[in-house]
Structures are given as C-alpha cells and as structure tokens.
Nanobody
Framework: VQLQASGGGLVQAGGSLRLSCAAS????????MGWYRQAPGKQRELVAG???????NYADSVKGRFTISRDNAKNTVYLQMNSLRPEDTAVYYC??????????????WGQGTQVTVSS
C-alpha cells in the first residue's frame, strides 16, 4: 500500500490550500484516515482525522478553519485549510490504517507535503 500526498505550497496568511492523499495497492478496507503535521523542532501532531467509527476529530488549533473529507471510492482523504496562519507552517503527512487481509492491519504514511504560510 502506498499513499501519495499532494497540494502543499506557499500561501499568504488568510489564504487557503487543499491537500489530497490517495492510497493505492492491495487492501481490503481503510479503517481510519488522518492528517498530521510536523513543524521544525516540534513533534508530529494530529491535525484532523476520521476515527474508526467514522467520526471527525480536529486539533483545537484548527477547529473552524480546517475540514477533513474523504472519497471512499477513490481511497482518498482531503484536508481543506482556510484562514491559514503562519503557525500552520509545517510538513503535512497523511496516515491511513489499512486492513490488508482478514487478519492483518497496518499503518501507512504519505511522504509529506510542505505547507508554508507567510505573514
């Protein structure tokens, strides 16, 4: 299973970006999906995700500004980021928990996409 993330870039504060992450390969079902980010010198943190029961959860710092969505038919998760702030600058990673067989599930990470917000 491979995850391909895209959509990062440079944007001014207040602007918007949309990230995409598509999964490919042999899999039975995607159990959960999420976006994480890691800023220089900081730990990787959860930004937004779908839990195993399908509920959405967001970091407090992005609530009301970011929206996670998915297209199950395309095995793709999206992150719409509005009202971006300089503190949102980070490398963004997608993560999926994938059921690869009836008895095996694994976590997969995308390669990371840089988001830079200028003030």
């Amino acid at each position: 299973v491979q995850l391909q993330a895209s959509g990062g870039g440079l944007v001014q504060a207040g602007g918007s970006l949309r990230l995409s992450c598509a999964a490919s390969g042999s899999m039975l079902r995607i159990v959960s999906m999420g976006w994480y980010r890691q800023a220089p010198g900081k730990q990787r943190e959860l930004v937004a995700g779908f839990t195993i029961d399908g509920n959405e959860n967001y970091a407090d710092s992005v609530k009301g500004r970011f929206t996670i969505s998915r297209d199950n038919a395309k095995n793709t998760v999206y992150l719409q980021m509005n009202s971006l702030r300089p503190e949102d600058t980070a490398v963004y990673y997608c993560k999926m928990d994938v059921l690869v067989s009836a008895f095996s599930a694994s976590d997969y990470w995308g390669q990371g996409t840089q988001v830079t917000v200028s003030s």
